[in-house]
């Protein structure tokens, strides 16, 4: 398969799971196996995955579309031989 299908195919399992398309930081956490804290500082550092805000406010709560997420994981993940 290719990238492109992979990440349709985590994007509809990240949907089937949380049936919305945008999660929030504990959740996005939880889906990479990371902390809210690993979370906080790639926001900070403006690096990771792109996050929006709730309500477009700069202390609203971050917010991860799930195609995004399924992007990351896809595009970061290492093929063993």
Same mark, same amino acid.
């Given at each position: 398969m290719d990238k492109n299908q992979d990440i349709k195919i985590m994007t509809s399992l990240l949907f089937d799971r949380f049936q %919305? #398309?945008?999660l929030n930081a504990e959740e996005t956490a939880s =889906? #990479? $196996?990371r902390s809210e804290?690993?979370?906080k500082k790639d926001r900070e550092e403006a690096i990771g995955i792109p996050y929006t805000r709730l309500n $477009?406010?700069?202390k609203g709560k971050p917010l991860y579309n799930i195609t995004a997420i399924a992007k990351a994981l896809v595009e970061n993940e290492k %093929? =063993?031989?």
């Open positions: %919305k #398309i945008t =889906v #990479i $196996g804290d690993y979370l $477009g406010k700069e %093929k =063993v031989s």
